[in-house]
């Protein structure tokens, strides 16, 4: 089956600083993807969809200032958090769709911001 | 606006148990697609089933099982013989049908536990 991956799968930073995560499409090509939050013992929150060659749409309530999304090839999105503060600390999940319906997750990246 | 319903926060059952986590769902749609996940405590999502609303047809895989009731906007799962490996947060997703610029719309999640 299709592979998505995620780097780095944990990370520790300062407040005030930026971090980058990747998602990777590994053998297949993703035209869309996705990047979810989710809170411990919730749900998976929707932030943004990213297509290749364009500006992502976040969901409502999502600063796109502060989470910029990157879709640069079809086979990779990043996601920037930046100047991370405490309460962005989350796991950060990837998914990526190879056609209208086939979607795949990666196994997310957990951050935490001290 | 979609919406999809986990009504089960934590569910506890010895193994060998048989277990049902519901799922209720809301849309206006006439098409559209029904999703389960399971997420181990590695946190990494995996795929269980894909239904179609068109497909009402109740599907068996192995131990696991699917329930879709259109009428009752219900598509259940059930474990049969529950192994301490089914231990694990289950998410029902539902998505749309407007092709690229659908979104998979998950449940709160039923965490499962199955002890020995």
């Known amino acids: 089956g299709a592979v998505v991956s995620q780097h780095p799968s944990w990370v520790i930073c300062k407040s005030g600083t930026s971090v980058k995560i990747e998602c990777r499409s590994l053998?297949?090509?993703?035209?869309?993807m996705f990047w979810y939050r989710q809170f411990p013992k919730q749900s998976l929150m929707l932030m943004a969809t990213s297509n290749e060659g364009s500006k992502a749409t976040y969901e409502q309530g999502v600063e796109k200032d502060k989470f910029l999304i990157n879709h640069a090839s079809l086979t990779l999105s990043t996601l920037t958090v930046t100047s991370a503060h405490p309460e962005d600390s989350s796991f950060y999940i990837c998914s990526a769709r190879e056609a209208i319906h086939e979607q795949y997750f990666g196994p997310g990246t957990r951050l935490t911001v001290t | 606006a979609q919406k999809v319903t986990q009504a089960q926060t934590e569910i506890s059952v010895v193994e060998k148990e048989d277990v049902t986590l519901d799922c209720v769902y809301e849309t206006r749609d006439t098409t559209y697609y029904l999703f389960w996940y399971k997420q181990p405590p590695s946190g990494e999502l995996v795929f269980l089933i894909r239904?179609?609303?068109?497909?009402?047809q109740n599907e068996i895989s192995g131990r696991y099982s699917w329930n879709f009731q259109k009428s009752t906007s219900s598509f259940n799962f059930t474990i049969t013989a529950s192994q301490v490996v089914d231990s694990a947060v289950y998410f029902c997703?539902?998505?749309?049908?407007?092709?690229?610029?659908?979104?998979?719309?998950f449940g709160t999640g039923t965490r499962l536990q199955v002890t020995l």
């Open positions: 053998d297949f090509q993703a035209t869309t």
């Open positions: 997703a539902l998505k749309d049908n407007t092709g690229t610029a659908s979104k998979l719309t």
């Open positions: 239904r179609n609303s068109f497909d009402e």
